[in-house]
């Protein structure tokens, strides 16, 4: 006879058993991991807690994959995917992000961490800088912007990187964002900045795993993406800096357009001395449609 340790009876037989677990309110069975709880809250936290389970404890519904669980709590819940967390509204969901998280309320993202927002924000602002490159009708949010424009390439002036770091340069009078330490001085008394070396890597880069920096040491999967990495500033001279003249923290930087987004960003006292600081832009922008008309 088949018994029932629970309950302390005899069945006929393990059909009749099973039909007890079944139909009984003392048992609580996953099929799937062959546990018996002795309450439906047993159950809902096993299911919640097993690795094995993907489980929306507010629907009682089960998924077949993680991700599909994660697809559910997106498009059917107010889900926070930073915390693994569903809120009963809107407003909670909302008010959540503002307490907790880098929250952008004009669009409703969460940002992983305050620079990021910082980034996004500048999305929202209206394109009020008009890039004076010949050829250009592009306009942007910030100067900041407008120099990474610049510094990609991509205007159709011909404006590169080096012409950014040459006009800046000399355009900077009173060394109050590039350091002259990092410059060359000619016989006319001008800065200029050190020459700049363009390096590219071959196949000999492969190290047996992966394409290699012989500067930095990271690795990249494919040579594309390390002569990517070589062009780019990230070996530059750090020949910018925060002007401690007006009262700035004295970091340094490799870009231009990252000096100028530090000092738009308000993170230290030289804000203040927005005046001085759009003189040396004003000066740069007018020097750049000089070289490019």
Same mark, same amino acid.
């Given at each position: ?104 309320? $004009?669009?409703? %993202? ?17 394109? $009020?800088?008009?890039?004076?490159? %010949? ?39 009173? %060394?109050?964002? $590039? ?74 930087? %490799? ?36 070289? $490019?008309?």
């Amino acid at each position: 006879m088949a018994y029932c340790n629970r309950c302390d009876r005899y069945f006929s037989s393990d059909d009749a058993l099973w039909q007890h677990e079944r139909m009984s309110s003392r048992h609580w069975i996953c099929h799937d991991c062959g546990k018996d709880f002795p309450s439906e809250r047993g159950l809902t936290q096993h299911y919640v807690q097993s690795p094995r389970h993907h489980y929306c404890q507010r629907c009682d519904s089960h998924f077949d994959t993680p991700y599909d669980l994660q697809d559910h709590y997106v498009s059917d819940h107010w889900y926070c995917s930073l915390c693994n967390k569903i809120f009963d509204s809107k407003l909670g969901l909302q008010e959540h992000n503002r307490q907790s998280h880098w929250y952008c309320a $004009t669009c409703g %993202r969460s940002f992983a961490s305050e620079n990021n927002l910082m980034q996004h924000k500048r999305t929202h602002l209206p394109k $009020t800088v008009q890039c004076p490159g %010949r050829n250009c009708t592009r306009a942007f949010a910030s100067h900041a912007d407008l120099v990474l424009h610049w510094e990609s390439g991509t205007c159709p002036s011909g404006v590169t990187r080096q012409l950014v770091n040459d006009t800046a340069a000399k355009n900077d009078r009173y %060394r109050l964002i $590039t350091d002259a330490r990092r410059l060359i001085q000619g016989p006319d008394g001008g800065y200029t900045p050190r020459g700049s070396v363009t390096t590219w890597a071959t196949q000999a880069s492969w190290n047996g795993s992966a394409y290699e920096c012989v500067l930095c040491h990271c690795t990249y999967p494919k040579l594309a993406r390390l002569n990517e990495h070589l062009q780019s500033p990230v070996h530059d001279e750090r020949m910018y800096k925060c002007p401690t003249a007006l009262e700035g923290c004295a970091a340094q930087f %490799r870009t231009l357009s990252a000096v100028v987004q530090h000092i738009e960003s308000g993170k230290c006292g030289v804000r203040k001395f927005q005046r001085q600081i759009q003189g040396v832009m004003d000066d740069l922008t007018s020097s750049m449609h000089r070289l $490019t008309c």
